[in-house]
């Protein structure tokens, strides 16, 4: 039986559609949520092994906001990319081609991986007026405080590439293994919203296409960084970092910080890599200040 979503009925108050649209070669599924009235609208990136679901509950609190929410191509409802390696330069591309035929001139927001990818569009010259980061890679994933963990995962990836289809599939949609990636980030300790989590990512963690494209995906996830990028966005920039993400630890991204232009850091307390899920009301109030008329560099 499904865990109750804590964030149901304010989803349910949303005006909700699905679209597609051909973005290099290939058909992106995307979300929109909100009125086509509003005078904000951002186009939100998911995470590793994620899709639009996870964002929701932060979406949830962004009631008068536009949100576009796609998902990442090989994953979710999002085939893979024709004749493509899902490498950070193919993501990189597809997130410009999308948001100019979507919504050109949006803010652009990404999460965890998806940090990684909006930061290197953003750099590459994806137009947008503002960016919003929430838990940003901002430090080699191998170096993290889990670093031991980390290099598991990259023989897991490894080895799910490596092994015949079948025994390689079957490892790495593995419903056990799935279970205790979500319990390593989960940090509450609201047994309801544990559940809640932990559903979430027995549901939504093995919808990706194929096992070549997860483990490029991977290899992407985990050889590059916010850093890197960083310099090149001038644009206004809010970071979203957790005091106890196991992934960047916050005094990697208190330093990212100071690497851009013009960026704020919010951080949230008692909270790992799950802010969308764990906290996401104050992550939503961090957003909409940011985005308010009155926050500095709103163009």
């Not at 070669?25 to 509003?38: H, L």
Request: overall charge negative; cysteine-free; proline content about 8%.
């Amino acid at each position: 039986m499904p865990a109750a979503n804590p964030y149901a009925d304010l989803l349910d108050a949303m005006e909700v559609q699905r679209a597609e649209v051909d973005v290099l070669g290939g058909t992106t599924a995307y979300w929109t949520y909100g009125s086509p009235d509003s005078d904000t609208t951002v186009i939100a990136v998911h995470g590793f092994r994620g899709e639009h679901h996870g964002l929701e509950p932060v979406v949830a609190h962004l009631d008068g906001i536009r949100i576009i929410s796609p998902d990442l191509p090989g994953f979710g409802e999002t085939p893979p990319l024709p004749g493509r390696r899902h490498d950070l330069a193919a993501y990189t591309e597809w997130l410009k081609a999308f948001a100019e035929n979507v919504a050109p001139g949006a803010v652009i927001l990404g999460h965890s991986f998806g940090s990684i990818v909006v930061a290197s569009a953003v750099a590459e010259g994806l137009s947008t007026p503002k960016v919003i980061l929430v838990n940003p890679i901002g430090a080699p994933a191998l170096e993290g405080p889990r670093g031991i963990l980390t290099r598991l995962a990259v023989f897991y990836y490894w080895a799910g590439a490596r092994l015949p289809q079948r025994a390689g599939d079957a490892l790495l949609r593995n419903g056990a293994i799935v279970r205790v990636m979500s319990v390593s980030m989960a940090k509450t300790r609201d047994a309801e919203l544990r559940r809640f989590i932990h559903d979430q990512h027995d549901t939504y963690f093995s919808r990706f296409a194929d096992r070549d494209v997860l483990h490029d995906a991977f290899v992407a996830s985990v050889s590059h960084d916010v850093r890197e990028f960083a310099p090149r966005i001038t644009q206004p920039t809010l970071l979203i970092a957790a005091m106890r993400d196991d992934i960047t630890p916050i005094e990697a991204e208190r330093h990212l910080a100071t690497l851009f232009s013009d960026a704020e850091l919010i951080e949230i307390p008692d909270v790992g890599h799950l802010i969308h899920y764990e906290t996401p009301q104050p992550a939503a109030e961090a957003i909409r200040r940011f985005l308010s008329p009155s926050a500095p560099g709103r163009r």
